[in-house]
């Protein structure tokens, strides 16, 4: 099972023009839909005279959406969307703004135009690997500590928060390949609490 999928890093521009018009390509990444809604107010404040604002996005397989801003049907947010699917990226969102030239460029050619604006948006950024986590909470005794450490060592765990007071307690990122065996481990050892978050 793959625990870590890619996202782009950053925000990526590009610029492709076509008998007039001008097609900006954006990327961005976004970690949910409240994201991209306020991700999509900005660029629209900030090309406010363009005439579209067509846009695709995946979250993850099962959230994705495109959108043609009144272009023709699946002329604009599709091949926007097949070019984050045909990069297998996550939490992106492809958004290509067209300034319209004057002459219409017929439904193929828009199709060109919004593939190869999305297309040169995402070449234009650096891609980052994200490793897919389950967090856990420990709760465990001061003895224990050199024992956690071991183990939180051994998975390689992302230590989000630790807390030393009359008890000690950390809240841990594991990757998600190795939580069965993580969860194992832990409950191998007498005085640690575990709990899923």
Do not use: W
């Amino acid at each position: 099972m793959e625990d870590y999928f890619f996202t782009v890093s950053g925000s990526g521009e590009s610029l492709y023009k076509e008998k007039g018009s001008k097609f900006i390509g954006l990327t961005f990444r976004v970690k949910d839909e409240e994201e991209v809604k306020e991700v999509l107010e900005e660029v629209k404040k900030k090309y406010y005279d363009a005439r579209h604002h067509c846009y695709g996005y995946i979250l993850d397989e099962d959230k994705y959406r495109a959108n043609d801003d009144g272009e023709p049907n699946h002329s604009a947010g599709d091949p926007i969307l097949g070019q984050i699917r045909s990069k297998k990226l996550q939490q992106v969102l492809v958004v290509v703004v067209r300034y319209f030239g004057g002459t219409k460029l017929g439904v193929s050619g828009l199709i060109n135009a919004y593939k190869t604006a999305a297309f040169e948006a995402l070449e234009n950024t650096k891609l980052l690997k994200v490793v897919i986590e389950k967090h856990y909470s420990l709760h465990y005794g001061y003895e224990l500590t050199n024992e956690v450490m071991k183990l939180l060592s051994d998975f390689e765990v992302n230590i989000i928060d630790q807390n030393f007071t009359d008890t000690c307690r950390a809240k841990v990122g594991v990757r998600q390949s190795l939580a069965g065996e993580f969860e194992e481990e832990c409950e191998k050892t007498q005085g640690l609490e575990i709990e899923a978050n």
